[in-house]
């Protein structure tokens, strides 16, 4: 019985809470007329289902707009509001409906009109859309917390001052006008239900999807004072979607093709954007879609996407995003399958949209992106991204490392991928991060430019897949690939970071050019790992994982591209390395450095290297000194069949230390041509100089002077110049300079093991031997008349003395080591301050004067001789 009861008791309190919550819900989601229309109003009546389904008549019409005012706008779950058509009115072309009554519109079913119209509704409170909410109108719909709607000849349609009859017209709506804090607009959902077939090759597949949706070529508009989307879902195929987050002003109605553009420029103030939880905006279609996004702070995260994907012959209109403060794109769906996203792509015959980005600063971490891509014939997309402050495109996602964090311009087919443009102070890319021009198809790759006007940095990689930190443009199939130029006052790279274009199969590599006006740093290697830092054009193999899943061969046949730095200084370090390799069958390209200095130390790298094709050229211009230590390298070598490239440096001051290299070498082909104008080369510690070839190859040729000798060449402790054969012929060594030092373990050789040596050799003029027969004069001169007469100095005046002692300083002959046993002594007049390096105590005294003995031989006196002059008239009475 007590168990019955309390059954009972549970039974009977679920039918009160149920009785509740249907007496409350009519106040949570009632249409109610406040009858403030001067002629003719809002008539609502009972739908199909009373208490859910309301039906709208009534209403002003004045030319072709229909007026609504409501004191309460609410449509319930599952519940419809219905405009209907009655035969007292046609040809309309905007519903214009108001609330006025100060709550909130919750929708959460349909909005639905058989006019074929536009349909605004302006709520000042605020609007929310639930996750049921839908949209079944002929026209665009623009939803808007605004005080007001204005008009073209002025007229003013009020939903905060309704007590006075408003001045209804036939002119067409030209704006929104807003209060000083204006509500917010909601949208809540289930999310997008996109998917990708693969995650490299190919378009999203768009799914049905419900939430607010309008007739294709049409706009679908929120504009309040702040915008959520938590899931909610937005279409307008091939039409136009504008999110505009408002603190007040007014915001331009502008008539287009897809009904409306909206313009911000009455606005100075906004509010934020956030679309989270998988939330759509998809302009997607036949027709040219857009997107515009205006506010302060905007953010999509959790998957969340702006698409436009273009399936006609039309081409997109492209998606604008404006954010006063910041832009931040953060995370990827919950399966890591999809970035949150900016994306335009094209699987039509019409051109993929452009993107563009214009903030303050803007962030994109942990497998977010900005993407454009063509999969036809039709032009990818640009992308123009301008962060007035800081762009930072950093991480990954860490359920699947593998995608990360990028900006991307891309075709995988026929088409050329589109621009790529970053313009900002400063440029920050870390772990693994990437700005990438790609091409996977026979399209072109676009160009990539980035402007950073203080700072670019590239630093460390993804974990475990170990993706750089990098800018690059590459190409995984025949089409070319785009170049990259940088135009910054810094560049650092390190850690792994790079700034690349390369090739992974048939297609050629683009260019990298940089143009750093103080400095490019390159340092580093990936930690526990001996990938360097790079700044590189090359023909790459990669892993066969990698290879199946970019469908690469195993080989790369393109030609590498140039890399061309202009900078005040290159520093190179700790293994990083400078390079236009080839590591396939292709050429590998030039490089072109111009500084005002080169440092290379710790293993540091400026090569052009490769293993088949042509050896790259290097070519090197250094107002004043480039320097090599610590195992660093120049080369431009060839371990293959080919030839090894030409090495070029100009430079005023050349210093080779610590087993340092420069190298045009080949394994079995001809050693590359190097050519060295200097002011001083200085080889020290082991260093080389080599041309040498393998095989059946010549050994290259090395010019050291140029076109006016060196002031001098010096090699020493082991050094050696290099240009040696094994079958062919030594390459020839040609030095021009005016002092030439070698020490007794340096060498210098041209050498063939099989074949003909080549020829050595050094230019060093020797002292002028120029004899000429005069004649002497008869007459001798008296020394009095060529001898000007002077005091002699006495032994009471300071004298101050410099002496030089010792067998030190530059050795009497080439072949001998230099000595450090010069000795340098300073005696002032007073005895007692004399200063002395080293201790001279142990030689002999030195040399104080000079005089001529009897047999006509100058001896060096260590005490001053007192020698009698020719004659007294060298003292003068006024001598003292």
Not at 101 to 122: M, P, T, V, W
Not at 590 to 596: E, K
Not at 797 to 808: A, D, L, P, W
Request: with cysteine; aromatic share 4%; hydrophobic share 35%.
């Amino acid at each position: 019985m007590k168990q019955v009861l309390r059954q009972i008791l549970i039974t009977t309190s679920a039918y009160i809470c149920y009785l509740i919550a249907i007496a409350g819900f009519p106040v949570l989601a009632q249409i109610s007329s406040d009858n403030t229309l001067p002629n003719g109003q809002t008539v609502v009546s009972p739908g199909t289902t009373p208490g859910l389904d309301f039906l709208i008549t009534g209403g002003t019409q004045v030319g072709s707009n229909l007026f609504h005012s409501f004191r309460e706008f609410s449509v319930p779950t599952g519940g419809e509001a219905f405009f209907s058509n009655t035969p007292a009115l046609s040809n309309i072309s905007n519903i214009i409906s108001r609330v006025t009554g100060g709550s909130i519109s919750n929708i959460d079913g349909l909005i639905r009109e058989n006019y074929g119209a536009n349909f605004i509704l302006i709520n000042p409170s605020g609007i929310n859309f639930g996750a049921n909410a839908q949209l079944n109108i002929g026209g665009s719909f623009l939803a808007s917390t605004a005080d007001s709607l204005k008009f073209a000849n002025g007229a003013e349609f009020s939903a905060t001052d309704s007590t006075s009859s408003p001045l209804l017209t036939i002119s067409v709506p030209v704006g929104l006008q807003f209060g000083q804090n204006p509500q917010g607009i909601s949208i809540q959902g289930q999310g997008h239900n996109l998917s990708l077939q693969s995650p490299i090759f190919s378009p999203f597949t768009r799914g049905n999807t419900t939430g607010l949706k309008v007739q294709p070529g049409n706009t679908l508009a929120l504009v309040g004072g702040g915008i959520i989307s938590e899931g909610g879902t937005l279409t307008a195929e091939g039409g136009h979607i504008d999110l505009g987050s408002v603190a007040g002003g007014f915001v331009s109605l502008n008539p287009s093709p897809q009904g409306w553009n909206l313009g911000y420029q009455g606005v100075t103030n906004f509010q934020d954007i956030a679309l989270s939880q998988k939330a759509l905006a998809d302009a997607s279609g036949p027709g040219s879609g857009s997107i515009q996004l205006q506010g302060r702070n905007i953010s999509l995260s959790d998957g969340s996407i702006v698409l436009i994907q273009t399936q006609g012959a039309q081409s997109s209109g492209g998606i604008n995003v404006n954010a006063s403060e910041s832009l931040s794109l953060v995370g990827t769906t919950a399966n890591a399958q999809l970035s949150s996203d900016l994306f335009t792509e094209t699987i039509g015959a019409g051109k993929s949209g452009d993107i563009t980005v214009n903030t303050p600063r803007l962030v994109i971490q942990d497998g977010a992106a900005i993407s454009a891509a063509t999969y036809t014939p039709a032009a990818g997309g640009n992308i123009d991204i301008k962060a007035g402050d800081l762009l930072e495109v950093s991480g990954f996602s860490p359920i699947n490392p593998s995608r990360f964090s990028n900006i991307t311009a891309a075709t995988f087919g026929v088409g050329n991928a589109g621009s790529l443009t970053v313009s900002t102070q400063q440029l920050t890319v870390l772990s693994g991060g990437n700005i990438a021009s790609i091409t996977a198809g026979t399209g072109s790759g676009g160009n990539l430019t980035v402007n950073a006007s203080k700072l670019v940095e590239l630093i460390g990689v993804t974990p475990l897949v170990f993706t750089p930190s990098e800018i690059t443009a590459g190409t995984a199939g025949p089409g070319k690939a785009g170049s990259v130029t940088i135009n910054t006052q810094r560049l650092t790279i390190k850690d792994g970071g790079r700034v690349d274009a390369s090739t992974l199969a048939s297609g050629p590599a683009g260019s990298v050019t940089i143009n750093a006006q103080d400095s490019v740093e390159v340092s580093g290697k990936v930690p526990g790992s001996v990938n360097p830092s790079l700044i590189i054009s090359s023909a790459n193999i990669v892993d066969p994982s990698l290879q199946q899943l970019l469908r690469v061969p195993p080989v790369p046949s393109g030609a590498s591209g140039d890399v061309t730095i202009n900078t005040g200084q290159l520093l190179v370090n700790d293994g990083a390395q400078v390079t236009a390799r080839n590591d396939g069958t292709g050429n590998a390209g030039t490089l072109r450095v111009n500084a005002d200095s080169i440092f290379l130390d710790s293993q540091g790298g400026i090569t052009a290297a490769t293993r088949g094709g042509q050896g790259g050229n290097i070519d090197l211009q250094v107002q004043n000194s480039l320097q090599l230590s610590g195992n660093s390298q120049i080369s431009s070598d060839n371990f293959g069949a080919g030839a090894g490239g030409r090495l070029t440096i100009e430079a005023s001051h050349l210093v080779l230390s610590d087993r340092a290299l420069l190298s045009a070498s080949t394994t079995s082909g001809e050693g590359g041509n190097i050519s060295l104008q200097t002011n001083s080369l200085l080889m020290r510690s082991n260093s080389q100089i080599s041309a040498t070839a393998g095989g059946s190859g010549n050994g290259g040729n090395i010019n050291i002077g140029g076109f006016s000798s060196a002031n001098f060449v010096t090699l020493l402790e082991g050094s050696q110049i290099t240009a040696d054969a094994f079958q062919g012929m030594g390459g020839n060594i040609s030095i021009n300079t005016k002092g030439f030092f070698v020490c007794p373990t340096c060498q210098i050789t041209a050498s063939s093991q099989l074949g003909v040596a080549g020829q050595v050799s050094i230019i060093a003029p020797e002292a002028e031997r120029n004899f000429e027969v005069i004649d002497l004069p008869q007459e001798v001169a008296k020394p009095e008349q060529v001898v000007a007469q002077a005091c002699r100095g006495t032994t009471s005046q300071n004298r101050s003395e410099f002496t030089i002692t010792g067998r030190g300083g530059l050795p009497p002959r080439p072949s001998e080591q230099l000595s450090t046993g010069a000795l340098i002594s300073f005696e002032p007049a007073n005895t007692s301050a004399a200063t002395e390096v080293n201790n001279t105590s142990q030689l002999p005294p030195p040399a104080r004067g000079w005089y001529v003995n009897a047999q006509g031989v100058l001896v060096l006196a260590s005490q001053t001789p007192n020698p009698t002059p020719y004659g007294s008239g060298l003292t003068s009475s006024n001598c003292h």
